[in-house]
């Protein structure tokens, strides 16, 4: 699956990755697990010290321009495009609540 990452700061701009996640059984946290362990640690995202269990609601994201709770939503398609939800962003995915 390719996953392109809309990012901010010294990484400004979209960065594509090739990820081998599961249509309908990863989820987009899942992904974004996988790209910081395997690809690249830098990326910011909401992962430690939250709930992964879709209740904290700390995990949202935009996949392909519509906001979802990354712990919970299975990743569909080929080609997925992830951003911050609309609040300001602090860094990558990570915006104010
Ligand atoms: S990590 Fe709490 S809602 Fe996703």
Redesign the pocket.
Known sequence: MKVRVRRSGEKNGIDLFQVPAVENQWTVMDVLDYIALNLDPSLGY?RHS??????????GVKVNGRPV????SKVQGEDILLEPLNNRVIRDLIVEP
């Open positions: 909401y939250v709930c992964n269990q879709g209740v904290c609601g700390r995990c709770l990354a712990c919970t």
